[in-house]
């Protein structure tokens, strides 16, 4: 095999097909259309349509409620505030996911301490949780990140001594499942993304989920500019803003809704069978199973390369070949969320952090290696291929190893 070989340098891809995503048939285009026609396109009140799906939602993962809202993003935001944090409250995160985990900590003039991640979960690490501390720390924002659970019950643990709120990021583990109960049930409050790749979408939107009722109420007053169930029009107790969710993403996701179950359980199955071909590939190890999480969603399938078994190329090139390869694949963040230009120079505009607080300082050499040397991606619509496909990903692998070190 020489590198001419591969399709990168134009050879034959290993991969030859298209994983489409979103998936939807008539039922979804007849959904909107109906929604369409009815008129009724706006989302003034949060109920009908939309109380129906947040009660189906709720009772998919096992809370008393959901709220919807605008995205994932809104829906931390509106859970932390929901939790009663106050400024200057430190909040713990892990660096390895996604901006907004971190963004809406500041937004809420709070302090966004990061903890490192495990090395075999890349989920927060609870030993690096309690490391970093203080008798300021509120909350933590465990992330379930590629749809595999975190260490629930010690960070449970953790929270309960310290008298903290958990806040799971579960924007990545739709139906997802930690020792057999669903994600987003486990903590203060769950917060989904319904973004265009998340693996439940109506384009944009989010939701929280909760048992607590007065936490409920009052995502649900900061979703709506403030207003009260019961109240009038133009009455506001809180400073919340228009957060609302329409109509037309909510007949979307209620079709979703249907096809979300088998779709896990199809992408869960997938993965199990990736790392057993995978774990035959020297130098290529999958994120390990076993750590309670029952049912994995596999936003993300992600594997850990070591470029010592493939001539020394480094991350980025031999994901530039994979994907060349035709396979759904990228090699994830580029760089820890701390070292982004907004924590480095601490430009967080009309939020105040105290003067302290130094991110050049922070150093988390679990996420530094998965991000510069180890990380590599295969997105969630390829994780719905057939066991064909899980076997052409691997071959893609060997392929490129071969052809590296001809
Ligand atoms: C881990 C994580 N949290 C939160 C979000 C925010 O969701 P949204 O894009 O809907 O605002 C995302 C989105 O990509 C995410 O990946």
Redesign the pocket.
Known sequence: MKREELAFYGGLKTVDKEFPWPVFDQAEVDAVARAVQSGAWANPNCDGMVAEFEQEFAGYCGTKHAITCA??????RLALLACGVKPGDEVIIPPY??I??ASVVAEANCVPVFADIDPDTYNIDPVAVEKVLTPRTKAIIP?H?AGQACNMDALMQIAARHNLKVIE?A??AHGGEYKGIKLGSIGDAG?F???S??NLTSG???IVTTNDEKLAAMVDSLRNVGRVKGGQWYEHHYLGCNYRITQLQIVLLSQQLKRLEEQTRRRNENGLYLNSLLEKIPGITPLTRGHGETLHTYHIYIFRYDKSFFNRLPKREFAALLAAEGVPSFMGYPEPLYKQPVFQKKNFMCYAIPEHVDYTKVHCPVTEKACYEEAVWILQHAMLGTKEDMEKFAGAIAKIQKAVNF
């Open positions: 995205n994932g993003s809104v829906a931390l996911t996604f907004a985990t992330v990140f990021d924007a990545h917060c993304s319904f973004q790749s998340k944009e939107g989010g």
